[in-house]
């Protein structure tokens, strides 16, 4: 009970931050209510789920699917900043920070999804338990 419940807590954390910041960058106003939201929706998960390992596996695979929607959602901030700018300068600017700033997620989100989803797909797999009797 309390492992789930630790798992829950600590792999919350990480659907929460990744949550909010897939969910923030788009938003004009981010706001932290949708980082407790998840954070808590997942402790609720991991409180009522069958076992501590199925918990870090579900935690893991989201955080990983996550990590993979932060280009996408760093790529609609940076053209809603360019569409935004008055004068060519401000948008050669504005789109010129804004590929740093998506290329930066892109790194980061594909090597950190890429780490969660092994290892959420190698913890909590269920055993096969067929064996040959010949």
């Not at 870090?56 to 790529?75: E, N």
């Not at 740093?100 to 269920?126: D, W, Y």
Request: hydrophobic share 55%.
């Amino acid at each position: 009970m309390l492992s789930k419940l630790l798992s829950g807590i600590i792999g919350g954390f990480f659907v929460g931050l990744f949550g909010y910041m897939v969910l923030s960058f788009p938003l004009d106003e981010p706001s932290t209510i949708i980082f407790l939201i998840l954070w808590l929706g997942s402790i609720y998960y991991a409180y009522t789920a069958e076992s501590t390992a199925i918990v870090w596996r579900h935690l893991l695979l989201t955080s990983s699917v996550l990590c993979f929607l932060m280009p996408i959602s760093s790529f609609i901030w940076t053209t809603k900043e360019v569409a935004g700018t008055e004068g060519a300068a401000e948008q050669a600017g504005a789109a010129i920070g804004g590929s740093l700033f998506v290329m930066v997620t892109g790194f980061l989100g594909f090597f950190l999804g890429i780490i969660f989803l092994i290892i959420g797909l190698l913890v909590g797999r269920k055993k096969n338990s067929s064996s040959k009797a010949d």
